[in-house]
T-cell receptor, first 112, second 114 residues
Framework: NAGVTQTPKFQVLKTGQSMTLQCAQD?????MYWYRQDPGMGLRLIYY???????DKGEVPNGYNVSRLNKREFSLRLESAAPSQTSVYFC???????????FGSGTRLTVV | DQQVKQNSPSLSVQEGRISILNCDYT??????FLWYKKYPAEGPTFLIS?????DKNEDGRFTVFLNKSAKHLSLHIVPSQPGDSAVYFC?????????????FGQGTRLTINP
């Protein structure tokens, strides 16, 4: 089973460039999430989607947009990248309450 | 405002001994707690969880303890093995409709020395 697949694994952007991080899950989970991991900060929620057709802001949504394309796919877009968005981004999915998450392997993004 | 805190950035333990990782939380609405393990260049993987109606949950070498009055949980690994060397995150969520939003601590890097 693939679980949660993220692409790309690595990306370097120049300030002001845009890009979309892709995420797909094959577990038929309803909920999907985007987190960023920064040193000393743990994982912080950017956006989430409770179910197909819905999206909501998390703790650190500024500078990002998301699209829940269908039940499988949840993308994260940076419209105008900034050095402060240099981070490791993780996508996750879950069945529902009290089931925990399955994470993808992450995208390491550097904005120069 | 960090709702979930892991105050020890790192911990070093000898192989075969007990590893104890600690986590504190401030939000009394949290009712479900989890521990995740993360190796370099990989995503976090689920390790063990506990509901607020319990004070202990065991799974093999891993035991999680929850002290609701102190708003504190801990993960015990015994005996510790070299493969346990990783970053450990505690996480918490509150009951509600829809998605389960997890709030994570900063992580503790555990190193098991042979």
């Amino acid at each position: 089973n693939a679980g949660v697949t993220q692409t790309p694994k690595f990306q370097v952007l120049k300030t002001g460039q845009s890009m979309t991080l892709q995420c797909a899950q094959d577990m038929n989970h309803n909920s999907m999430y985007w987190y960023r991991q920064d040193p000393g900060m743990g994982l912080r929620l950017i956006y989430y989607s409770a179910s197909e057709g819905t999206t909501d802001k998390g703790e650190v949504p500024n500078g990002y947009n998301v699209s829940r394309l269908n039940k499988r796919e949840f993308s994260l877009r940076l419209e105008s990248a900034a050095p402060s968005q240099t981070s490791v981004y993780f996508c996750a999915s879950s069945e529902g309450q009290n089931y925990g998450y399955t994470f993808g392997s992450g995208t390491r993004l550097t904005v120069v | 405002d960090q709702q979930v805190k892991q105050n020890s950035p790192s911990l070093s333990v000898q192989e075969g001994r007990i590893s104890i990782l600690n986590c504190d939380y401030t939000n009394s609405m949290f009712d479900y707690f989890l521990w995740y393990k993360k190796y370099p260049a990989e995503g976090p993987t689920f390790l063990i969880s506990i509901s607020s109606i319990k004070d202990k949950n065991e799974d093999g070498r891993f035991t999680v303890f929850l002290n609701k009055s102190a708003k504190h949980l801990s993960l015990h690994i015994v005996p510790s093995q070299p493969g346990d060397s990783a970053v450990y995150f505690c996480a918490a969520s509150a009951v509600g409709r829809g998605a389960q939003k997890l709030v994570f601590g900063q992580g503790t890097r555990l190193t098991i020395n042979p």
